[in-house]
């Protein structure tokens, strides 16, 4: 109990997996598959930044304070996530894309209606 | 050296060419330039393999950055091997939908060039790359790629299976990145050496944490690479798209997934690590249940394309197989086994996509006595389904042989029986077909012999594959060596 | 000179084969071919005769038949030797009159020529699978004579003789088999010794061989295709069949009872009783028929008793045996002489009105001096009647009889004795039955004399042969001096004297005389003759008896092969079957496949498609049939949702949601 | 180097094969000519070699101990390759005509040469491995030449062929894969690889004997997995008679002695008690095989089940482990290759001059071809093992060997079946010559010379075999020496 209150991001992070998850299983709709994705996909950059985050540290761009290795936090999660994000915005647009081709093709985007008009 | 910087220089040089294709107008001068390129890669690939069998392994520190920060390229003969087995594969595919892209869609010709640059690009970055989250990124570019090539044909069949595959591909490299992160929690590297060498201190005290990250890795990897359960926006996606599409997504797409896996599971965390934990049973359990169940059911497709994509679940199911082993021989198998499936299924992919171009039946009942007319493009069908089957001296037979020669190794007799259920399946999806196309009365009544055979210089590309296929057969022996050597 | 032996053998082989060729074009010619050939084999052998008197003959000729070719003629196998090639002379002689009117005569001629030439070569084999060789070949080519009319009943007794020559062929091998395993040798002459040292096994391998010989030999009771087969043969060769090659099972068991297992006491015995089964047996049968042939078949099969016994007694009487020995050889060589004379004229009738019913020919003989004169002459033969040669071997035999009860001394023997008299009392009895029927009994229709039907060639044979009953009938002490030397096969070397003339043997004769006739009168003529629709005709009440054939041999090996065609049927089966079932496991899953589509598209598809083994179709059709359409059609339209809810995005979701779960699950179990 | 002229005769057919694929010719008459040549060149090449080389072997292409194409003269080699060459002429001139009516004669003489090449490889492979090779391409040469007629049957007859063909070469990999496991080598030599190692885990060498001879058996017929054989003969004639004489079940026998005498040794055999499990399997093997012969009204069908339990002998006398029933195995495998070859060859001769094909047709049709049925009647009385045919000596040897190893019980089989043989194939004989119409008009009707003369030399053949089998004889036991 007390790890899950001393890492509260990581804590946040699996609960905003879960609830991204759930989406994605549970929702027949595909706009709102697509947000379940995303949200999975803000969970894990929410993790992985809070692995790179240090109580009372600055980021190393801040130059006054602390010059030394110690003062600073790893800069390197956020950028890795910074091209996550780019990643993940890219992969919804093309989700979306698709979507509305499916649209046009089978006139809705209720998965479950999808299924029971099998083409074949 | 400029030819430790060739790794770099190919992917590079495929992702720039293919973003400059939309700059021409003319579809011609894609498709050229992409096979141009390709062509160029393949010959670099196997400059770099021949300099790193006489020099070594190559790691390259990209921008100059030191390895733990900057990213970095390993290139073992390996890496050489199925990098040259990539863009020589996506060569010849190209060059065969040089002559036939045009008869099966009517737009976006140069678009799917541009993918297929880009999509080879991204599969060599992952095979190559030492970096994690590098090999994260190339994954979403590839996914994107290959969903880009599966949705190019403007069907409703094509688009759901695009959008079945995205969903699927995105959970995957969600489950990856997520590993990724807490590999990174736990060592704060990135780079997969470095990694590896800190969690051989660290394991110990982050079971959970390394087992969690393990089975997140294998999952997310294997849902891309058709793990028996995981396969099924497999079938839709390659069966829908072009032959030339077919063969690289089965034949090359699903392999540098698999490759990753390999990579992770075996460099990243090493088999020290994960022999503590059973995962490598459940990966067996599941490559059995691959290869018996994509066989059977390969067998209850009517559709000739499905037969071949359900195989590929088949066959990815004995690269597990060897993965789960957790010997040498094993693994070493399993990497020959990428090999040579990417050239067998390909070359099957592309007689079939002729035959489908042809006669334009894609039934398997249409697809009797075909064998008379097009005997030389079913001929070479007939040696892709022999290898599949396991006659010997094709590759096919060598995976089996020492596939089963390393369950014996490993203790595992039992496992035995699944090769041999598998390769009894086999035959028993692929010769109705060939039997059923050159043989019977019947199937041979009104068809004219060699009345509608591709021309020579089309088939081509095809009979270099074939060639290919028996070269890798032949020369088994110094390949595997050559892989155990820089196994681990 | 020895080549001599092989001689003997290759003469009629080669001239079997140059008499087919000649035949082709000249018939004639061919006729005049094989009697020439079969006198030139009487002759040689008759050349020879000194040679063997003074020592035998050996000969062996490597690197043929696997084991090489070894042959031997003594005293012995000469007498059979002879004989075989003096009936065979006479027999021919009688078929180029006989067969004249058949069809096949080419064939006829040479397959006769070939059991000619097999005959000789199992009587002068020395080792026993040159023995068994020949023995085989002669089943077959003997089986094309006894076929030779090619009508419904022929096939029939063809094929009891044929399957039952091959069968017990078989267990004769069989104990060839066994008897090489234990004795390592094949040499007849070496076997005695050998087999004396192997144990009890001796008895199985020479009962096996027994039976084996004794199918040939036509002993109870594995003579039912002897009365099939003989009547069938035309009748020269029902003669052969009767007189020599019948024979051929008997020298077999001599062979086996008297020379390798050295007469032992208890197969002796054995073979004792059986003679007297088959002397009773056979001579009580014969009263019963109404076919002349057949008569004379089972009269075969009473005489055989009589030889049998005599082997009986040989093993039986030790040092004393060489009586025994001279009544089992004479009575071989007297028996082939007077069957025969008895077949051939039956022949002539046969010849001229095309039946030997007794019931037809009734009355045929009472103007035909010659030929009553003739079956007389075989007549008192066979019932041995003092003066014809019969008599004088059974005359021998009953001596035997009665030195064994003399040395012996049992209650067995006065049992013996009494059978021994009421077999030749039957044998009376059914010749009366005949001679009454065809040569005392008028009738109408056959008056004439049908010379023209009959020429001097088939006259003569049964002339030379009555003359031969009645010479060594009076003049035994010929016959006996020619076969001097016989005893030596068996090791012995003494010398017997008989008074055949004695009062003793006259009496005997005339109490089986009087025995006989009474038996005619007081049964045959009773019970037999029965008056239907106004005639008298014999009827023959033991064709409603048990038969042993189709009773009890054919049912039994019906049931077997019955059961065992079952069982192997289903063995047959069982790979196909598994495979069956196995596919239509697979086709279940994949059913719905095909029920998308419209129903009657299904069953095209099914056999066009997707039939990848045989008989998938009938397996298809099957759970067609059986299974409940209603249910089925649930069923299938479930399967069909959880299949392409399986290929839907949401489920696909689901599953590598499930997995992911599994694997955490399993792996955090499994690890703790 | 001068070794690798040995694969001459192996090699020459595969070349020879495509050559005629290729060839147009003008008449059919080059054609066959072409054809002729071939297989005769092959046969001399043949003879030559073995005579100016002897035993030699070349390592055709050797990767690693496993993956070696490694072929190898020895005696054993020579007979069945002597075997399937000299059958192969006779076939090929009986071809000529009977595949004038079959049609597509083209492709079946392609095939054809090529099977020939196959057959000689296997006799000739020097270890397991590449005896594996040609046996599974074996399978695949002669596929189309079952299916030939293209007939639905034929189609469904082919695949059950190539089923359990696969099924049992199957079998044979994960054999050879234990095997070479354990020993590491899969030469053949006499006494077998484990002369030397001594293995204690018996019941692990036990399954892989039973593994590797139930995957041959497939080949040879062996009960259960024998149905692919008389399905099989919806095939023309030829090729059945090839089939059953010497190129497909002899294969399969030939493997099975390879196995048992060159890879496991009699003795390691003897140890892990090799032959007593299989045994049943051959027992029941023979006594179906006659009997259910009995139940079949096609001629060919019937010969084919005949098959079945003829090649239960010579698998009986594999399994006995002791010389003399070796010997009879071997010469058995010999003599029922002429035998068989005669037996087929007259029934295609009926077939291609009348047309008919069930034993309830052929009555008295010994009459109007009285040649070959005259031929027929003697491989009958061969097959059924009546003295002096060649079918007695094999079965005198394999009863004697039988009772060296204290067997009475295969003895009496042996018998049993005998009998059933002559039950199976006498009524034919004796429906042919003495059945039938005795009206009708008997013109004889022979087939075409070069038909009737390989029956005749066949026939020939097979008397002399059984009058002087000394020569063969000796040469078998020279071999069965050397490897019990």
């Known amino acids: 109990m007390q790890g899950i209150i001393t890492n509260y991001f990581e804590t946040g992070a699996i609960i905003l997996f879960g609830v991204g998850f759930v989406t994605l299983l549970l929702h027949n709709n595909l706009i709102k598959k697509i947000i379940g994705m995303n949200i999975m996909d803000t969970a894990i950059f929410l993790f992985f930044i809070s692995k790179g985050y240090i109580e009372g540290r600055e980021a190393p761009i801040v130059k006054e304070i602390n010059a030394t290795k110690e003062g600073f936090v790893n800069p390197l999660p956020t950028g890795l996530m910074l091209t996550g994000i780019v990643v993940a915005v890219s992969m919804t647009a093309f989700a979306l894309a698709l979507t509305i081709k499916l649209y046009e093709k089978y006139g809705t985007i209720e998965l479950n209606e999808i299924m029971k008009m099998r083409s074949d | 050296m400029i030819i430790k910087s060739f790794p770099l220089l190919t992917i590079i040089f495929l992702f720039i060419t293919s973003f400059t294709m939309p700059l021409f107008k003319k579809d011609v001068i894609s498709k050229r330039l992409s096979f141009i390129t390709l062509s160029i890669s393949s010959v670099i690939s196997l400059i770099s393999v021949i300099y790193i069998k006489f020099n070594g392994e190559i790691y390259y520190r990209v921008g100059h950055w030191d390895a733990p920060w900057g990213i970095e390229l390993h290139v073992g003969i390996i890496e050489g091997i199925i990098g040259l087995v990539f863009t020589s594969v996506a060569t010849l595919a190209i060059w065969y939908s040089m002559f036939s892209l045009e008869r099966s869609m009517k737009e976006r010709i140069g678009f799917y060039y541009l993918l297929i640059n880009i999509l080879i690009g991204s599969l060599l970055g992952i095979v190559y790359t030492n970096d994690l989250f590098n090999a994260f990124v190339f994954i979403e570019v590839s996914t994107i790629a290959a969903c880009g090539i599966v949705v190019i044909k403007n069907k409703k069949e094509n688009i759901k299976a695009a959008l079945k595959y995205l969903i699927l591909s995105i959970l995957g490299s969600g489950l990856v990145l997520m590993g990724i992160a807490f590999i990174y929690s736990i060592t704060g590297n990135l780079n997969m050496t470095f990694i590896h060498n800190e969690l051989i201190k660290i394991h110990g005290q982050y079971q959970s944490t390394v087992l969690i990250t393990l089975v997140l890795f294998t999952i997310g990897l294997g849902v891309k690479s058709a793990m028996f359960p995981l396969h099924t926006w497999l079938p839709d996606a390659h069966s829908n798209s072009p032959a030339s599409a077919s063969a690289i997504l089965s034949g090359l797409v699903l392999k540098a997934y698999v490759f990753l896996l390999i990579k992770i599971l075996f460099r990243v965390f090493g088999l020290e690590i994960i022999s503590q934990y059973p995962l490598l049973d459940l990966i067996l359990i599941l490559g059995s249940a691959g290869m018996i169940m994509g066989s059977v059911l390969a067998i209850l497709q009517r559709n000739i394309k499905r037969v071949i994509a359900y195989s590929s679940v088949a066959q990815m199911g004995y690269i597990f197989y060897g993965i789960g082993l957790g010997n040498e021989l094993g693994l070493a198998m399993a990497i020959y086994h990428i090999i040579g499936h990417a050239l067998t299924k390909s070359t099957l992919f592309l007689s079939v996509g002729s035959i489908i171009e042809q006669t334009g039946n894609h039934k398997l009942t249409d697809l009797r006595g075909v064998g008379k007319e097009m005997p030389v493009t079913l001929s070479i069908f007939t040696i892709g389904a022999f290898s599949m089957v396991g006659i010997p001296i094709l590759p096919g037979f060598i995976s089996k042989w020492y596939f089963a020669l390393a369950s014996i190794e490993a203790g595992k007799l039992l496992y035995l029986g699944v090769i041999l259920a598998s390769s009894l399946l086999n035959a028993l999806y692929y010769f109705p077909i060939v039997i059923n196309s050159f043989f019977g009365e019947e199937n041979l009544k009104g068809r004219v012999y060699m009345s509608k055979n591709k021309p020579l210089k089309e088939l081509v590309p095809v009979l270099v594959l074939t060639l290919l296929v028996f070269l890798i057969g032949i020369f088994n022996k110094g390949i595997i060596d050559a892989i155990r050597l820089d196994l681990f | 000179m020895e080549n001599v032996l092989i001689l003997l053998i290759i003469l009629p082989f080669v001239g079997a084969l140059i008499s087919f060729l000649i035949g082709l074009s000249n018939e004639r010619l061919r006729d005049i071919f094989t009697v020439i050939l079969t006198a030139c084999e009487l002759l040689l052998l008759t050349l020879i005769w000194g040679r063997v008197q003074s020592g035998g003959m050996e000969l062996y000729v490597p690197d043929i038949m696997g084991t090489g070719l070894y042959l031997k003629l003594d005293v012995f196998r000469y007498v059979f030797v002879w004989i075989t090639s003096l009936i065979w002379f006479l027999t021919t002689i009688y078929s180029t009159q006989y067969i004249l009117k058949y069809k096949n005569r080419n064939r006829y001629y040479t397959f006769f020529i070939l059991t000619f030439a097999s005959t000789i070569g199992i009587f002068i084999s020395e080792n026993i699978l040159n023995l068994f060789t020949f023995f085989e070949i002669m089943s077959i080519t003997s089986y094309i004579l006894v076929i030779h009319d090619e009508d419904r009943y022929t096939h029939e007794a063809g094929r009891t003789y044929i399957g039952m020559a091959i069968g017990g062929g078989l267990i004769l091998l069989m104990g060839l088999f066994l008897l090489f395993d234990y004795t390592a040798t094949l040499n007849i002459s070496e076997i005695p010794d050998a087999i004396n040292d192997i144990g009890n096994i001796k008895y199985l391998i020479s009962s096996l061989m027994i039976i084996g010989f004794g199918v040939k030999a036509s002993i109870v009771p594995l003579h039912i295709w002897l009365p099939k087969a003989h009547p069938a043969a035309p009748a020269p060769a029902s003669a052969v069949l009767s007189g020599i090659l019948v024979k051929t099972g008997i020298f077999g068991i001599i062979i086996t009872v008297n020379i390798i297992m050295n007469g032992d006491f208890i197969l002796s015995s054995i073979i004792m009783g059986i003679g007297f089964v088959n002397m009773i047996l056979g001579g009580f049968l014969a009263l019963f028929q109404r076919n002349i042939k057949r008569i004379l078949a089972y009269s075969s099969m009473s005489q055989i008793g009589y030889i049998l016994l005599g082997i009986g007694l040989i093993g039986l009487l030790k040092e004393h045996k060489i009586i025994a020995i001279y009544g089992v050889v004479m009575h071989i060589f007297n028996h082939a002489i007077f069957k025969v004379l008895l077949f051939l004229v039956v022949g002539i009738i046969y010849m001229i009105i095309h039946d030997v019913s007794i019931n037809v020919v009734r009355g045929f003989g009472k103007h035909k001096g010659l030929l009553k004169a003739v079956f007389i002459v075989g007549a008192l033969a066979i019932m041995g009647i003092p003066g014809t040669n019969g008599f004088i071997s059974k005359t021998i035999l009953h001596d035997a009889l009665s030195e064994a009860h003399h040395q012996y001394d049992s209650y067995w023997f006065v049992v013996a004795e009494v059978l021994f008299v009421l077999g030749s009392s039957l044998t009376v009895a059914y010749l009366m039955k005949i001679f009454v029927a065809v040569f005392v009994d008028s009738s109408e229709k056959y008056i004439g004399q049908y010379k023209d039907h009959i020429r001097k060639r088939a006259i003569l044979p049964m002339v030379i042969l009555s003359i031969m009953v009645f010479y060594i009938g009076i003049n035994p002490n010929l016959v006996l001096k020619f076969m001097t030397g016989i005893e030596s096969t068996f090791g012995v070397t003494s010398s017997f004297h008989i008074d055949f003339y004695s009062f003793d043997s006259l009496k005997s004769t005339m109490i089986v005389l009087v025995i006989g006739l009474s038996i005619y009168f007081g049964f045959v003529k009773k019970y037999l003759l029965k008056i239907i629709d106004g005639k008298k005709m014999y009827v023959n009440p033991s064709l409603n008896w048990i038969s042993l054939e189709k009773d009890i041999y054919l049912p039994v090996l019906k049931a077997i092969y019955r059961t065992s065609s079952d069982f192997f049927h289903i063995i047959d089966n069982s790979a196909i079957n598994v495979i069956k079932n196995l596919t239509i496991g697979i086709k279940k899953l994949s059913e719905f496949d095909f029920e998308e589509e419209k129903n009657k598209k299904i069953n095209k598809e099914v056999s066009v498609g997707m039939s990848k083994i045989e008989g998938i179709k009938d397996a298809y059709g099957n759970i067609r049939d059986q299974g409940s359409e209603k249910a089925k059609g649930e069923l299938t339209n479930f399967l069909i949702s959880v299949r392409n809810k399986m290929n839907s995005i949401i489920y696909s979701i689901f599953i590598f949601a499930l997995i992911l779960v599994i694997f955490l699950v399993s792996l955090v179990l499994l690890n703790r | ?484």
């Not at chain 4, 074996?138 to 639905?152: A, D, E, K, N």
């Not at chain 4, 008690?273 to 006659?290: D, V």
Request: net charge positive.
């Open chain 4, 1 to 484: 180097m001068s070794n690798t002229v040995m694969l001459i005769p192996m090699f020459f057919p595969f070349l020879a094969s495509t050559l005629l694929g290729m060839i147009k010719f003008a008449t059919k008459e080059k054609r066959n000519i072409f054809v002729a040549s071939i297989i005769i060149a092959n046969f001399l090449f043949l003879l030559l070699i073995i005579y100016l080389k002897g035993t030699i072997d070349v390592h055709l292409f050797m990767v690693n101990n496993f993956l070696d194409l490694y072929f190898k003269i020895d005696k054993l080699g020579i007979l069945f390759a002597m075997l399937a060459s000299t059958l192969w002429i006779f076939t090929a001139f009986y071809s000529f005509s009977y595949m004038t009516h079959e049609g597509k004669e083209k492709r079946f003489f392609v095939f054809f040469t090529f099977t020939l090449g196959i057959t000689i490889s296997i006799a000739f492979a020097g270890n397991l491995f590449t005896f594996y090779v040609f046996y599974e391409l074996l399978t695949l040469s002669t596929f189309p030449l079952v299916i030939h007629s293209g007939t639905r049957e034929a189609l469904e007859s082919g695949k059950k062929y190539l089923i359990y063909s696969f099924g049992g070469a199957t079998l044979v990999l994960l054999g050879m894969i234990l095997l070479f496991s354990i020993s590491q080598d899969m030469t053949f030599i006499p006494n077998g690889v484990f002369r030397n190692i001594f293995i204690d885990n018996s019941k692990l060498l036990l399954s892989i004997y039973m593994i590797l001879f139930i995957g041959f058996g497939v080949k040879a017929a062996l009960v259960p997995f024998h149905s692919w054989l008389p399905s099989a003969m919806v095939a023309p004639t030829p090729v059945s008679a090839l089939l059953h004489a010497v190129a497909v079940v002899k294969a399969g026998v030939f493997a099975i002695i390879r196995v048992s005498y060159y890879i496991f040794g009699s003795k390691t055999l003897e140890n892990i008690n090799g032959n007593l499990y299989i045994s049943f399997l051959i027992i029941f093997t023979i006594l179906l095989g006659s009997l259910l012969a009995l139940h079949q009204e096609n001629l060919k069908k019937r010969l084919a089940y005949s098959t079945v339990s003829q090649l239960g002998y010579i698998l009986l006398g594999v399994v006995l482990l002791n010389e003399n029933a070796l010997i009879g195995g071997i010469l058995h495998l010999v003599n029922h290759a002429f035998i068989k070859i005669l037996l087929f060859f007259c029934a295609g001769a009926i077939y291609f001059t009348t047309g008919k094909k069930t034993i309830g047709e052929i009555k008295g049709i010994g009459k109007k071809m009285p040649i070959t049925m005259w031929c027929f009647a003697i491989a009958t009385f061969s097959l059924i093992g009546i003295p002096p045919a060649n079918g007695f000596v094999s079965k005198w040897y394999l009863a004697a060997g039988g009772l060296n190893s204290n067997n009475v019980l295969f003895v009496i089989i042996l018998l049993v079946s005998a009998f059933l043989t002559a039950a199976y194939l006498l009524p034919i004989v004796i429906a042919a010559f003495f059945q039938g119409d005795k009206d009708i008009n008997n013109t004889e009707n022979e087939p075409p010379l070069s038909m009737l003369l390989p029956i005749i030399l066949l026939t020939a053949i097979v008397v002399l075999l059984g009058l002087f089998p000394n020569h063969v004889l000796n040469y078998i036991e020279s071999i069965a020496k050397t490897i019990v």
